[in-house]
Each structure stands twice: as structure tokens, then as C-alpha cells.
């Protein structure tokens, strides 16, 4: 099993619409979680991080927490064509003794203008 | 610009050459992290330094890969002997070491191609 699971996509929603994006993880005892976007040939850039179970809002972006369930989202409301973009879920897990992110493959946005 | 760089942006090598890449991470960030990213995937962890200390290392980093971070500051990644199965996007991260949430910012990445 993947420590961190994605939907690989890719998830299609009009301008205007509410862009949602789940991950799962495997690690009952992480701590931290983040959301990067990453645009086509570039590197991850850090949107947000989120370590207590419920919301957390920045903007157009909220993530949701829900540690019994082992489980993360992104949403993006008013999306915008700007945000199409690959949405990398990472998670701040032990392994081997130290901490270090696990990121999932990433979830493929496409926003139709 | 205050944020992780590196250099070089772009490297296209034969097999069997030596590579060496370099990142700067942010001034006041003491941890810095190797990833190496394939197309479709997310970033895999390779190592990570605490200051000038090598704390960490994947299992999956063969011995043909070595990392250094001389005064704590910028790193060198090193690939001796290439091979095809090396291309790939080699990224950066630093992160401040004081946060316990471990927030990490990445670099633009070093794209290798060996033919």
C-alpha cells in the first residue's frame, strides 16, 4: 500500500466551480500535512499546510483535516483557468526513524474557461 | 531573491559521465533536502542534512549518489557513472528547522537528461 494515495486525474470543473482534491494516508501518527501545486515543468510551490483536524482557510483555498480517517482535502472555490495544475498532497511522517515528507503522485487539475 | 536556488536549471550528459548539482537553500534555513521527481510522480525523498550533518539517506539512493553540505550552508549532489535510468528532475527543499511541521520550499529544480 502507498503511504500517501491520490486520484491521478485528471479532475475537469468550469471556471467559476469549487475544485475538490482528496488524499488518503497510511500513518495514523502524522502530524503535518501540506498541498503543493506544481505547474507543468516547474517545481512544487508550498499553497498550504494544515496540522489540526477541521478547516483551515487561505483565500480561495481551504483544507480539511480528518485524522480518524486518515484523510486530507483541497478545495478551491472560484477556480480560475490559472490554477490548472498538478496538486502534490504531502505527509510529514516517521519512517526510519525521522521525520520527512511522503508525497502522493499528485491529482491533475484542468479548469475549463 | 531570498528563496532555495539552483544551478545548474537544465544538464544533459552521457552515460557513464560524472554530474554534480549545487542548491542554496534559504539563508536562515538550517535543514535542506534532496528529492528527485519522474514524470507523473510526486517528489522522492533521496536526503537530507540538519546544518552540515547528513542525517538521512534513502535506501533507494545507490552508492553512485553522494551529497555534501561542507559549512552548513549551500549542498552538491553528485552522480558518478550516470545511467539512463538517473533523468529525471533533481529538486531542493530547505525548511527552517523550528517549525515541528517540517514546511519545506523547493527550488526550480535541476532537470538531467542522460543519453
Known amino acids: 500500500q502507498k503511504e500517501v494515495e491520490q486520484n491521478s486525474g485528471p479532475l475537469s470543473v468550469p471556471e467559476g466551480a469549487i475544485a475538490s482534491l482528496n488524499c488518503t494516508y497510511s500513518?495514523?501518527?502524522?502530524?503535518?500535512f501540506f498541498w503543493y501545486r506544481q505547474y507543468s515543468g516547474k517545481s512544487p510551490e508550498l499553497i498550504m499546510f494544515i496540522y489540526s483536524n477541521g478547516d483551515k482557510e487561505d483565500g480561495r483555498f481551504t483544507a480539511q483535516l480528518n485524522k480518524a480517517s486518515q484523510y486530507v482535502s483541497l478545495l478551491i472555490r472560484d477556480s480560475q483557468p490559472s490554477d490548472s495544475a498538478t496538486y502534490l498532497c504531502a505527509v510529514n511522517m516517521e519512517m526510519d526513524s525521522s521525520y520527512k515528507l511522503i508525497f502522493g503522485s499528485g491529482t491533475r487539475l484542468l479548469v475549463r474557461p | 531573491d531570498t528563496g532555495v536556488s539552483q544551478d545548474p536549471r537544465h544538464k544533459i550528459t552521457k552515460r557513464g559521465q560524472n554530474v554534480t548539482f549545487r542548491c542554496d537553500p534559504i539563508s536562515e534555513h538550517n535543514r535542506l533536502y534532496w528529492y528527485r521527481q519522474t514524470l507523473g510522480q510526486g517528489p522522492e525523498f533521496l536526503t537530507y542534512f540538519q546544518n552540515e550533518a547528513q542525517l538521512e539517506k534513502s535506501r533507494l539512493l545507490s552508492d553512485r549518489f553522494s551529497a555534501e553540505r561542507p559549512k552548513g550552508s549551500f549542498s552538491t549532489l553528485e552522480i558518478q557513472r550516470t545511467e539512463q535510468g538517473d533523468s529525471a528532475m533533481y529538486l531542493c527543499a530547505s525548511s527552517s528547522g523550528v517549525s515541528p511541521y517540517n514546511e519545506q520550499f523547493f527550488g526550480p529544480g535541476t532537470r538531467l537528461t542522460v543519453l
Open positions: 500513518d495514523r501518527g502524522s502530524q503535518s
